[in-house]
């Protein structure tokens, strides 16, 4: 295919070179803005994407920093579009709904997808979650995984709730009001301001969710017990 021809009919061009950098040594991303657009440089990565977001250049240390890396532009231009957002969390489908878990690092939530199977699962680390116009709050499966494969594709689903989890003794789950789910929703959408105008588009579609989808604090041990709770 000839270039014009690729330029015409791709969303976005990202070219991908190995040897930069080195080893993965923390999450620390350094922003800067260029003529070309803006840099993301980590130790073992560099983005930069164009300003019109139709072009990228990524060098990239070993696979793991390949992947980070692509989280990140895929947050990026999703926000850009105003298309959805990346919620680290894990996210299983039961009955045809899908059911979002979200929390810090080591909460949990790579544990419930495990407990949670033969549910299929659409994420174990970050929920891809599209916001359409028309209110709807939709789930696709996640080509971003951490601990469990992917084995078969799952087609996408409307968001039924999410929970946001607490490890307890007790198992329950308490309703969370939207202002305090707004709060907490984005704690955990995987994103890197850069720019103010960026940013209000991750706070409306945050507001958004936060709004329109059922949030809850779910206190939980470690077995399936917390699935009496939900279906409840």
């Not at 990026?76 to 009955?95: A, D, N, P, T």
């Not at 329950?172 to 709060?183: I, K, N, P």
């Amino acid at each position: 295919m000839e270039t014009g021809a690729l330029k015409a009919e791709a969303d976005i061009i990202l070219r991908i070179n190995e040897g930069y950098g080195l080893p993965f040594e923390s999450f620390d991303v350094r922003i800067e803005k260029t003529k070309q657009g803006t840099c993301f440089t980590r130790a073992d990565y560099r983005l930069l994407i164009s300003v019109d977001y139709r072009e990228a250049q990524l060098e990239v240390y070993d696979e793991l920093s390949l992947k980070h890396a692509m989280l990140h532009l895929y947050s990026l231009y999703i926000v850009h579009k105003e298309w959805g957002l990346l919620l680290h969390s894990s996210c299983v489908v039961e009955q045809g709904k899908a059911y979002v878990f979200g929390g810090p690092s080591g909460v949990g939530k790579s544990t419930v997808a495990r407990l949670s199977a033969p549910r299929k699962l659409l994420s174990d680390e970050a929920s891809l979650l599209h916001l359409s116009p028309e209110g709807q709050i939709v789930i696709y499966d996640s080509p971003f995984r951490s601990e469990i494969p992917r084995i078969e594709s799952v087609e996408p689903c409307s968001l039924e709730a999410i929970y946001l989890l607490n490890q307890s003794d007790a198992v329950a789950a308490r309703t969370v009001a939207s202002g305090q789910a707004f709060e907490k929703l984005l704690r955990n959408v995987i994103y890197w301001a850069h720019d103010p105008a960026e940013t209000a588009k991750v706070v409306r579609m945050v507001a958004n969710l936060a709004c329109r989808g059922a949030t809850f604090d779910l206190f939980f041990q470690r077995n399936d017990s917390f699935w009496k709770v939900i279906s409840s």
